[in-house]
Every structure is written in structure tokens, then in C-alpha cells.
């Protein structure tokens, strides 16, 4: 094992150093980001090329998480959050995570809203039987709505009271972007896979030209049921309430909230795992898959993509 050393500027956070484990030409880079632990796996290259590349995506995941986490004070998403209505200038990153906020929420016919953050203060997934009052939700709901907000590019004005919270797609956006600029320098033969918290996407077979093994875990967590699936390209995400639940009388209540009620959505599956071109669109159907609820399965197989649904 082998701590890749990273500057204090590109960690200022703290967090653990990278690890690197392997050798020859087969190496797993191990680290935590995004409140998830993260690893890539490379084949075909030298110790050099894996410590850069490891570095690289410790380094970079920790930008974003730094830049489109709502909780790091004075962050961009801080600022829009604070900033009681009056517009703020938005780089052009920002923005493209704006634009595709938008898409998602004309796609999902409202469902999937940027600003249903704010229903957190009425809700603790902490597997009890908590439930809150439903004046609470209904004070909340005046606080979401994508359209309340206006966004004209490069300008964001967000009414007082209201938040964005991109926890729904930066994970995903993170592995596509770290990817793609690992693919571009990786020497022939050579393959990776990006991983952050299950959410992970590859170049392409390994480079025995074997597929990547992955497994998808059971949400009643046995340890004799969990699937391995073969991964030749491509990109896999999962969506599910595994670990953020309440349980009450019998029923189960998902983490997975509909923003028009306040309250989760009902007879949503445990989880929902898609295999898709790239980890943010995968993203993007489980969630969408999770928020049709008992018309999770009906969804997937209309948009003719491989899923896997637990319930």
C-alpha cells in the first residue's frame, strides 16, 4: 500500500490521503469524497500513470465537492442560497449543472426539483418511526418549486427563503467528469474505472479484454444475495433507501421525496440500479425510477434500458 501525498491546497478539507494498492499493472486507487468512499481501478499501466491518475481523481472529486456541496460555507451553492433574491453571476460550469437541473425537471414533469432540499427540515431518515406533522411539510412547499426561481444563463436569482441542493446529480456528474479526463491520457491498452460510493462508469473492458465485475448490494444487506454484473463500457448508478428510511406501523417511508406533496413517494422500490452511456444519465433514470414509485419497472422498460429493480 502506498499514500499518494496530495498539497493542502488541493485538500483543504482534510481528508484522508489516497492509498494506492497494487502492482505491475493492475492498481486500485482508494480515497473519501462526497461523503462516500471512492476508488479507480486501472489496468494496463505503470506505477507512475496510477499514482497521477490517482491523484487526479482524489483531487478533482474534492473541487466539485467543495463547489456544489451546500454544505461548505461560501461555496458557490452557498452564495445563491444566501442571496435573498438578488441575482448572482454563475461560472460556466454552474451553469451547465443549472441547464441540466432544468432538463431534469421538464423530463420528470416536476418531480425531480433542485429546490426540494429544503423538505430535509421536516425529515430525519434515521430508521425510526419519526414522522413530522403534515403542517410542517405544507409550510415547506412554499420554499420549493424549480419554476419560482429564474434562470437566465449566466444569471440565477433565487426568492428568499428558497435553496438549490445538486446532491441528486453531482456524485454522477463527479465520476463522468474525472473519467473522461483519465481517458484522455491513458496509454494504449490501458483501462479504468471510476467508483464514488457505487456510482461508477469505465472506459471500456478491462485490459485482458475481460469485463469489469460489479457488485450490486442487497438492501436487506445478505450476504449470500448480492448480484455481480459484467461491465464492458458504459456506466452504472443506483438510487434506493437502503440506509435512509423511516418505518412506522408497518410501512416503510423512502428518503425519496415528491416535491408537489413534501412527503415520500409512495410504494417506491428499495432501489433501482440503471446501466446507461454515462453515470449521469444512469443517474438520472434510477432517480426518475424511484420517483414513479409503483411505476418504477413500466419506466425503465420504455426508455429500453437495462435496470435492475429491488423491492
Not at 71 to 77: D, I, K, Q
Not at 195 to 207: E, H, I, K, Q, T
Request: proline share 5%; hydrophobic share 40%.
Amino acid at each position: 500500500m502506498n499514500t499518494i501525498t496530495v498539497s493542502a491546497k488541493d485538500n483543504p478539507a482534510g481528508h484522508p490521503l489516497p492509498e494506492l494498492r497494487g502492482a505491475q499493472l493492475s492498481w486500485q486507487g482508494h480515497f473519501e469524497a462526497m461523503a462516500s468512499p471512492c476508488e479507480i481501478l486501472l489496468e494496463g499501466v505503470d506505477r507512475k500513470f496510477a499514482e497521477q491518475a490517482l491523484t487526479f481523481a482524489a483531487t478533482e472529486a474534492w473541487r466539485l465537492e467543495r463547489k456544489f456541496s451546500r454544505y461548505v460555507s461560501g461555496n458557490p451553492v452557498d452564495r445563491i442560497n444566501r442571496s435573498k433574491g438578488e441575482p448572482v453571476t454563475v461560472d460556466d460550469e454552474m451553469a451547465l449543472m443549472l441547464d441540466y437541473a432544468a432538463q431534469c425537471h421538464g423530463l420528470s414533469h416536476g418531480r425531480f426539483d433542485i429546490t426540494s432540499g429544503v423538505l430535509r427540515r421536516a425529515w430525519r431518515f434515521d430508521g425510526s418511526d419519526h414522522l413530522p406533522e403534515q403542517k410542517e411539510t405544507d409550510a415547506l412547499l412554499k420554499l420549493v418549486g424549480w419554476n419560482k426561481l429564474a434562470w437566465q444563463r449566466p444569471q440565477l436569482a433565487l426568492p428568499e427563503g428558497m435553496e438549490i441542493d445538486f446532491g441528486g446529480i453531482g456524485k454522477e456528474y463527479a465520476v463522468d467528469r474525472v473519467l473522461l479526463d483519465l481517458k484522455r491520457s491513458l496509454p494504449e491498452g490501458g483501462s479504468v474505472l471510476v467508483n464514488f460510493g457505487g456510482d461508477l462508469a469505465c472506459s471500456g473492458p478491462r485490459a485482458n479484454d475481460k469485463a469489469w465485475i460489479v457488485g450490486v448490494e442487497d438492501h436487506q444487506r445478505r450476504p449470500d444475495s448480492s448480484e455481480t454484473l459484467s461491465l464492458r463500457g458504459g456506466a452504472l448508478a443506483t438510487s434506493g433507501d437502503s440506509r435512509r428510511y423511516l418505518l412506522k406501523n408497518g410501512i416503510r417511508y423512502s428518503h425519496i421525496l415528491d416535491p408537489h406533496t413534501g412527503w415520500p413517494v409512495p410504494d417506491a422500490p428499495h432501489s433501482v440500479t440503471v446501466a446507461a452511456p454515462t453515470c449521469t444519465l444512469a443517474g438520472m433514470l434510477a432517480t426518475f425510477a424511484m420517483l414513479k414509485g409503483a411505476g418504477a419497472e413500466l419506466f425503465l422498460e420504455q426508455q429500453d434500458v437495462q435496470f435492475w429493480v429491488q423491492r
